[in-house]
């Protein structure tokens, strides 16, 4: 059974850090681009980050500076370090990976991890 399953998720005041983690397991011959979104209460998921299989990242405007995206391949990881965290930033986060399972590529998520933000 193929799956991404984030953990790192929890309560930290405002100015904190939190580094989020996101393992793939099961019949993954290989994985593609891996990125992490969030998706706050009445509010539509957002992409908050996103890393390619050979590094590149992106960054959605409201996190540059303060979050970086890191993936290690040979554990089909990905981390998410979020350093000056403030209350806008809380939210469900949810890690997807483009796994090859099987005869192609197809998108899986995670389950989420809830990060809270205090003032």
């Known amino acids: 059974q193929v799956q991404l399953v984030e953990s790192g998720g929890g309560l930290v005041q405002a100015g904190g850090s939190l580094r989020l983690s996101c393992a793939a397991s099961g019949s993954i011959s290989s994985i593609n681009a891996m990125g992490w979104y969030r998706q706050a209460p009445g509010k539509q998921r957002e992409l908050v980050a996103r890393i390619t299989s050979s590094g590149g990242t992106n960054y959605a405007d409201s996190v540059k500076g303060r979050f970086t995206i890191s993936r290690d391949n040979a554990k089909n990881t990905m981390y998410l370090q979020m350093n000056s965290l403030n209350p806008e930033d809380t939210a469900v986060y949810y890690c997807?990976?483009?796994?090859?399972?099987?005869?192609?590529?197809?998108?899986?998520w995670g389950q989420g991890t809830q990060v809270t933000v205090s003032s």
């Open positions: 997807k990976g483009e796994l090859w399972v099987g005869l192609g590529y197809r998108d899986y």
